[in-house]
């Protein structure tokens, strides 16, 4: 049985092979149009994302999945 619930989380979502950070590809468009709450952005591979602390996150293709989503 289908929920009726409305789904929000990926309901706009961007996918793309190769990224510098998933994080700026969600904030440059967030200042270019309206952006919905559940926004998602995968990438196959990061070549300069962002961790913790400001730790550099570098992903291989095809051995991590990443994303950044926008929160309400």
Known sequence: MKSKEPRWLGADLTQLARVGSTNQVLRE???????????????????????????????????WLEYVVRNP
Do not use: F, S, W, Y
């Open 29 to 63: 468009r967030m200042r270019r149009e309206h952006v919905p709450e559940g926004a998602v952005v995968l990438a196959r591979e990061q070549t300069a994302g962002r961790g913790r602390l400001g730790r550099r996150l570098t992903t291989i293709a095809h051995d």
